[in-house]
């Protein structure tokens, strides 16, 4: 465990320090006075080089310090913040030493505390280990995960020791999700992923309550076990319930946790398919969610619900032309059965609306390849009914730099769900609006609620990044969630 610090003046222990500036003309040679002797011609010629542009990493060495200037340009925003410092401790690794400073304090439009808490998570986050099942001990990616390491803030403001903590506390519940995602799809079968919110919910103070199959059954679940109707393992329905006395809104989250896609009899082709067992991303968002609004005791009543199973190909696993029910009582043509998601989520929507009535209900789905075909892996597809949902998720998206974008659910997609035989079918047919037709789908099941917004993150739940070279999770969504959670009570 890495302890954290807040001091006024720069530790003699800490070997590197890392000195955030901004965009400037000539940096004030102050802050590289306590490296050098005063007047030292070295260090004015090094100040003169400084310019504080984003991306502009400046390193040297001083008495026993090595010192990093980082540049974070004009107006740095959260998220300029937090990449400059996952970049750097991702680029130095174990060259940061494990006693480390973050000196905040000579410049004090820097000294903020979301820019304290936006540095610390992007370090911490560096220290993630991809290696989940490596038996070579020895793969320690970082200094800082060594058991003594210290990180020193260095602020005037002594506020700032909660923002540190808070970014800390992100980040450590970020990669318990990161290794959810990236752990292999063997390792966490739907039982595996209820475990692990019960041991979340005891460890940091929310209730858990886990439906097996027969309880699947016995509450009408239809579309769930119809998915899991091919697999060896049992499905589970998780719910999720946080309630401090002082929360003023029910917000309500719901998260696709299929471990393992091969598409069912409309099977996959297999080159890629590996990356299918990224198929509970919207499930791991939910569950960091839920662990962080219980341990930042943030002041909402949150409810998270995963409907989790398996899309395997068997003898009894449903098939294309296969009618189903749902829990909302409406009859499924299952055209497609690697249109598998909405269906599960149909379920895990109508339970919630029904069962917990919260004001605003948002679901996390690793949903559609049409959403990668539409905006690539910059974005997550945003759907709404509701535009002032839109703005709250979209500012919180760019603050954390988990960017949403949104497309319509207009009713001309609607013929998409037409079916002959049933209430509505699960895929249109059409090779084309395929995001847009799976919203359009869920909307059916939300069953008029007028505050719903589905985040499509097919394709940024796992990026190509540098924490390994296949494309690895992101916890998407995790960040994202927590701050829109924080401003909903600080605002209306
Ligand atoms: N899990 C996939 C979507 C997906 C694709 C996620 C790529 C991550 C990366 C989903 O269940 C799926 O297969 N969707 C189909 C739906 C289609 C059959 C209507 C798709 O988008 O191709
Ligand atoms: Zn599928
Ligand atoms: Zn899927």
């Known amino acids: 465990m890495i302890q954290l610090s807040i001091l006024k003046e720069l530790p003699t222990e800490c070997t590197t320090v890392v000195i955030p500036v901004l965009k400037a003309e000539n940096l004030s040679e102050s802050i590289l006075n306590p490296f050098f002797p005063d007047g030292n011609p070295v260090a004015q010629r090094l100040a003169s080089e400084i ?17 990093y200037v980082i540049g974070l340009g004009d ?4 998220n300029t913040v937090l990449s400059a410092f996952k970049n750097l401790a991702f ?12 000196d905040f304090s000579h410049t004090d439009a ?83 992923l209820a475990d692990w919110a019960i041991t979340s919910g005891k460890t940091f103070g929310y209730a858990v309550q886990v439906f097996d199959k027969a309880d699947c059954e016995e509450n009408n679940l239809h579309a769930l076990l119809s998915v899991n109707a091919g697999s060896a393992f049992e499905p589970r329905f998780i719910i999720m319930e946080y309630k401090p006395d002082n929360a003023i809104k029910k917000i309500g989250l719901v998260g696709k946790g ?17 990356l299918m067992k990224s198929d509970m991303g919207g499930a791991a968002a939910v569950f960091g969610a839920m662990e962080l609004a219980a341990k930042l005791k943030l002041p909402v009543h949150l409810i998270g619900i995963v409907p989790s199973t398996e899309n395997m190909v068997d003898g009894k696993s449903t098939k294309p032309g296969d009618v189903i029910g749902s829990y909302l009582g409406k009859t499924i043509e299952v ?6 998601g909405r269906l599960i989520l149909a379920d895990g929507l109508a339970y919630m609306k029904k069962n917990f009535e919260p004001d605003t209900i948002i679901d996390l789905a690793t949903l559609t390849g049409s959403v990668i075909r539409t ?39 609607k013929d998409d769900l037409k079916s002959d035989v049933a209430d509505l079918a699960n895929f249109s047919g059409k090779t084309y609006a395929g995001a847009i037709s799976a919203a359009k789908f869920l909307e059916v099941f939300i069953d008029g609620h007028t505050r719903w917004a589905h985040l499509d993150i097919a394709g940024t739940a796992m990026a190509s990044n540098d924490l390994g070279g296949q494309r690895v999770a992101t916890a998407f969504g995790v960040q994202l969630l927590v701050h829109f959670l924080m401003s909903l009570n600080n605002g209306a």
């Open 51 to 67: 310019k504080g542009e984003v991306k502009e990493t400046t390193v040297f060495f001083s008495e026993y310090k090595k010192v």
């Open 75 to 78: 107006k740095p925003t959260f």
């Open 91 to 102: 680029n130095q690794k174990t060259k940061l030493s494990d006693h480390i400073a973050l």
């Open 110 to 192: 820097l000294d903020t505390p979301e820019n304290i808490q936006a540095a610390v998570n992007g370090l911490m986050l560096s220290t993630y280990n991809i290696g989940i099942y490596k038996t070579d001990e020895k793969q320690t990616p970082s200094d800082l995960k060594i058991t003594d390491a210290h990180v020193y803030i260095v602020s005037n403001r002594v506020g700032n020791t909660e923002s540190a903590q808070r970014g800390a506390s992100i980040a450590e519940t970020q990669m318990r999700v990161m290794d959810l995602v990236n752990s292999a799809p063997n390792k966490k079968i739907p039982e595996v």
């Open 258 to 274: 299929v471990t393992f896609d091969t598409g069912g009899i409309s099977i996959k082709p297999a080159s890629n398919m590996h």
């Open 335 to 340: 055209i497609d059965t690697d249109a598998e």
């Open 375 to 413: 905006l690539g892996y910059a974005a997550a597809g945003l759907f709404t009914n509701n535009d002032a949902l839109c703005d709250e998720l979209i500012k919180a998206g760019e603050f954390t730099g988990e960017r949403l974008w949104r497309l319509p659910i207009w009713e001309d997609y």
